[in-house]
């Protein structure tokens, strides 16, 4: 059985109603995200959620401290977040520097392309 979605707050209800249909979808999925953290801190909810430091940038750029709990966001900054977080892209799937292959980078234990130091006798 899977588990309920939890129920947006209204700051977040209003952000998705002013939202084209096509994209209400992919706030709802965010929205349940950042609500389903297990912290309810933005910094690492978004650290999770946004690739490289794009979290810190927003929350640097809306006025917030990472400290912020989710349920101080306004309609506006449900709306900016979700803007962001489009504009980033999503984290993309596979190794780190687009290697596309996924799982472990190497067989061997080391980056691509790196060989452990040769040990001289």
Not at 6 to 21: E, K, M, N, V
Not at 43 to 53: I, S, W
């Amino acid at each position: 059985m899977s588990r309920p979605l939890h129920a947006l707050p209204s700051s977040a209800t209003q952000a998705r109603d002013g939202l084209p249909a096509p994209d209400v979808a992919d706030f709802e999925r965010l929205a349940h995200v950042v609500l389903s953290a297990p912290s309810s801190a933005l910094g690492p909810v978004l650290r999770a959620q946004l690739p490289g430091g794009a979290g810190v940038r927003w929350l640097a750029s809306a006025g917030l401290s990472p400290t912020t709990r989710v349920a101080e966001l306004t309609p506006e900054l449900w709306l900016s977040l979700y803007r962001c977080w489009r504009t980033t892209g999503r984290v993309p799937s596979g190794a780190p520097g687009g290697g596309g292959k996924g799982g472990r980078p190497a067989t061997h234990g080391h980056a691509p392309g790196a060989h452990a130091i040769p040990r001289w006798k």
